[in-house]
């Protein structure tokens, strides 16, 4: 038999396979300010969406506020509308035509609203301009970051953290007036009184704005977002995203201004890096399509830049298809393709949506009324061989002037309601009222019958609404 002996050297644990960290360390991102044609366009956005933002809240209609989503009320103050959580249909048709504007428009041309209206891109633009006059551009920032504190140190810090402290809580207040009367929350602000909710949700909408665009960044878009993890899904070679053009930029590298690529075996990109300067998470769009691009175009505003200063066409980064950079089209036939079959059905689903919205608004009914036979109280037989069923009559007045409204009762022959027949109900108000209703016995009709409840404005009787509820007739 052939056998082994155990070794009783001390066995060595092989040493651990090197690992990658989970995490890696965040290497601060300095943008460099960049101008242009798409820094126009992100500029107008960031005017446009921050006036309507801040100034809606000011505005009047009708002597209230005109946009304001009354929480405790529960009504959505929207201009001439008034909205009531029974209207939750009109809610659910804009959060699809939303979505379907998101599909329509990233399917066409990419990352449009990361790159231009997306909040975190609007506010991180506010917070940089502010950090850019404040602190100075990408090289006096990073000089700055690397000094030792001073006192100069410490008040350029102490004013830019101040400025964004300020915005944020500015911002906070402003989204807080949308749920809260701005009056009252002015009120507050005088008397230094904020409700616990109010104060909590300034601090919190004020905290996360300074958090996002002050701090975090670009790692609120490269890790947060979901959308930029589902966004390829809308992409087909197609759609129109920024492009580095890989044939006529390679092989890179520098040269003197002027000097034809060609004469030194090189392509149009002098290898200058401005385009990775300006970019606000930090890529390079000559590494291809990546993820944490968010189409914001700030490096095709560089680029043309440099190429002007070379003498050479612009557009070696720009707006363009993966079809079209590897067929070579041209702008013809990019646009030609923006008419593909998920761009039209997307197209078409939005139009409908948005005449069915348009349709519902212009059509909505200026009152409301809802019925409840009263089912602790039974039908009874009253004098005069009548039977009395009562019920709980509610009646919403949509408009926002006080309206009164008449009402009575059809189904039954010799039906008829007790009492006043007429309910004033203040403006946007809602009132009940509890209705004894009779009709003579009919031993044909045991049991339940249908009958109907017609309401409308006195003032204009045409918008009569019936609603259906039954009387009860007594064995
Ligand atoms: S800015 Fe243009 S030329 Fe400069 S590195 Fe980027 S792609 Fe090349
Ligand atoms: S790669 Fe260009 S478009 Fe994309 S985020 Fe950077 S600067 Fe903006």
């Known amino acids: 038999m052939n056998s082994t002996a155990p070794s009783t050297q001390p066995v060595t644990p092989p040493p651990p396979p090197e690992q990658d960290s989970l995490y890696a360390v965040r290497q601060k991102v300095y943008v460099r300010a960049v101008t242009g044609l798409f820094a126009n366009w992100r500029w107008a956005l960031v005017w446009i969406t921050q006036i309507l933002f801040y100034g809606l809240p000011w505005l009047s209609w009708n002597g209230r506020q005109a946009v304001l989503l009354h929480l405790v009320e529960r009504k959505f103050y929207i201009f001439g509308w008034v909205f009531w959580p029974q209207d939750v249909f009109f809610l659910a048709i804009l959060l699809i035509i939303s979505a379907y504007s998101l599909f ?15 909040p975190q891109t609007v506010y991180t633009e506010i917070f940089m301009w502010v950090e850019q006059k404040i602190e100075g551009d990408r090289n006096k920032r990073m000089k700055l970051d690397k000094s030792p504190m001073s006192p100069r140190k410490f008040a350029i810090k102490a004013a830019k953290y101040g400025s964004w402290a300020a915005i944020s809580i500015w911002t906070g207040f402003t989204f807080v007036s949308y749920f809260s009367p701005l009056s009252d929350l002015l009120r507050s602000v005088q008397t230094l009184s904020f409700g616990p909710w109010e ?11 300074y958090l996002f665009a002050g701090v975090m960044r670009e790692q609120v878009c490269k890790y947060m977002c979901p959308y930029a993890r589902f966004q390829s899904v809308m992409f087909d070679p197609d759609t129109l995203v920024i492009t580095y053009d890989e044939a006529r930029g390679e092989p890179r590298g520098a040269r003197k201004k002027g000097v034809e690529p060609k004469s030194v075996s090189k392509g149009d990109c002098v290898d200058c890096g401005i385009c990775v300067q300006v970019c606000p998470t930090g890529i390079d769009i000559r590494d291809g399509l990546q993820y944490e691009c968010i189409g914001c175009a700030a490096c095709i505003d560089a680029c043309d830049q440099v190429m002007d200063k070379m003498e050479y066409p612009r557009g070696l980064i720009r707006y363009s298809t993966e079809n079209a950079i590897k067929k070579g089209w041209g702008t013809k036939e990019v646009v030609a393709h923006v008419f593909r079959p998920r761009t039209l059905i997307y197209g078409f689903v939005l139009v409908v949506l948005s005449l069915a919205f348009v349709w519902g608004l212009a059509s909505r009914e200026p009152l409301r009324v809802d019925v409840m036979r009263d089912r602790s109280s039974l039908a009874r037989e009253v004098e005069g061989g009548m039977i009395e069923n009562v019920y709980e009559l509610q009646i919403m007045n949509m408009t926002e002037q006080p309206r009164t409204f008449v009402f009575g009762a059809r189904g039954i022959d010799g039906i008829a309601i007790e009492g006043d027949k007429r ?19 009919d031993p044909d009709k045991v049991g339940a019958t249908e009958v109907f409840f017609e309401v409308y ?19």
């Not at 428009?105 to 231009?116: H, K, P, V």
């Not at 204009?460 to 259906?468: A, D, F, G, R, T």
């Open 104 to 118: 329509f428009f990233t399917a066409i041309a990419g990352r449009l609203w990361c790159g231009y209206a997306c």
């Open 199 to 209: 104060l909590f949700w300034i601090l919190f909408y004020g905290g996360f704005t």
């Open 423 to 441: 309910l004033q109900v203040d403006a946007a108000g809602m009132r009940s009222v509890t209705l004894k209703v009779r009709a003579p016995y």
């Open 457 to 475: 404005p006195e003032d204009k009787p045409s918008l009569k609404l019936s609603e259906k509820t039954t009387f009860l007739f007594p064995r």
